[in-house]
């Protein structure tokens, strides 16, 4: 065994979603840069009846399987989660890297947290907080997230909002921030995107603006339609497609409203999971990527969107000041003020900026390495005398 393993725990394919699609790419560069890395994931994640959407699982041909990785975290088996710790106190690794995302984890994580830090003195346990607390979070969900990160021994974040939370709560560990890194797995798609538009009969003169995503209350899709709403005399020929799977009851929601806001012939709304093999469709058939959450922490989708070289216009939330230049890669705008976020959209294509944004991106994009992920994971392995 070679000194200072790495060990990563988190989701992976066939587990859907983004932080399935960054620990792919992190355990590549991981192991590049490493070597000796260890990848645990879960064999079963969150019971039916929790999960909002329809499954867990990736329907995609293309799965992101990776064959290093040991399936043995079942989330309703606490057994699992001992067998899993002494897998791993076996390996004898410097670091145990956990990715945290939800307070629904707190007694797995928590167990195996104990055990590595009962039978490995060294080791060091690094949390990559995706966001610290949930984004539907309540009392017992904040409780049970102070617990855990208390035993933590570093952070790394991809949000300063968050970076400057976790050192108020603990001034004296490390928390170290760097931009989400590009998510560059999905395949770029052959066909123009006049071809593309034909399948969901767009006009290749319309100016398509795409929403991306799970789609959550707090991602102010509302602020979009009504941006929407103010836009469609100025710009006869705009329109919004809404891809992704509607939390709950939010579809029927949306259905009605845009019915009586007459922007039925301005927006498609498809509430559907979209597959690995066809997310590159809709970000090079689109103008635009509009994300008017209401609060954020960090965000894969721009990520994605740099990858295609998709401009971005969003709002001042979360790590968007943080990876969006405004005027530059694309434009930021007031949460909530569909207003404001109406004379953004109507700056971009009436000044033609796309072309302009793209050829920034093209050149900003290269910032955005695994590397810098990687190198953040390593400072923490004590250094040799």
Not at 262 to 288: A, Q, R, T
Request: proline content about 5%; aromatic content about 16%; hydrophobic content about 45%.
């Amino acid at each position: 065994m070679e000194p200072h393993s790495v060990v990563i725990i988190g989701p992976a394919a066939p587990f859907r979603g983004g932080i399935s699609h960054y620990n792919v790419k992190l355990f590549d560069a991981l192991k590049k840069l490493k070597g000796n890395s260890f990848y645990f994931s879960f064999k079963r994640m969150y019971p039916k009846f929790l999960y909002p959407g329809k499954t867990d699982k990736d329907i995609s041909k293309n799965k992101f399987i990776i064959p290093e990785v040991n399936y043995t975290i079942d989330s309703l088996n606490p057994f699992s989660w001992i067998f899993t710790a002494f897998k791993i106190i076996n390996l004898k690794p410097s670091v145990v890297v956990f990715n945290w995302w939800t307070a629904f984890w707190s007694l797995t994580y928590l167990t195996i947290i104990i055990l590595l830090k009962l039978f490995l003195k060294e080791v060091k346990i690094i949390f990559i907080c995706h966001n610290v607390y949930d984004h539907e979070r309540n009392f017992i969900k904040d409780f049970l997230t102070n617990i855990v990160l208390k035993r933590v021994d570093g952070f790394i974040v991809h949000s300063s909002v968050e970076k400057e939370v976790l050192e108020y709560m603990f001034p004296l560990k490390k928390v170290h921030f760097c931009k989400m890194p590009l998510f560059d797995v999905f395949d770029d798609i052959k066909e123009n995107a006049s071809r593309l538009r034909k399948e969901f009969n767009i006009s290749s003169d319309a100016k398509l603006i795409l929403f991306f995503g799970f789609i959550r209350p707090y991602k102010g899709l509302d602020t979009l339609f009504k941006a929407i709403f103010i836009l469609k005399e100025k710009i006869p020929k705009i329109k919004l497609l809404v891809i992704g799977e509607f939390m709950y009851d939010l579809y029927s929601k949306y259905v009605k409203l845009r019915k009586k806001m007459n922007l039925n012939s301005h927006i498609l709304l498809f509430n559907k999971y979209v597959p690995n093999e066809e997310v590159g469709k809709y970000f090079k058939m689109s103008d635009v990527l509009v994300l008017p959450y209401n609060k954020a922490t960090g965000s894969a989708i721009v990520s994605i969107a740099y990858h295609f070289n998709l401009p971005v216009i969003a709002t001042n939330v979360g790590s968007f000041p943080e990876i969006i230049i405004d005027g530059k890669t694309g434009y930021l705008v007031n949460p909530g003020d569909s207003q404001m976020l109406a004379q953004k959209i109507f700056e971009y294509f009436i000044k033609n900026k796309k072309n302009e944004f793209q050829k920034n991106i093209e050149i900003y994009k290269k910032e955005f390495s695994w590397n810098n992920v990687v190198e953040k994971i390593l400072s923490f392995i004590p250094k040799e005398n």
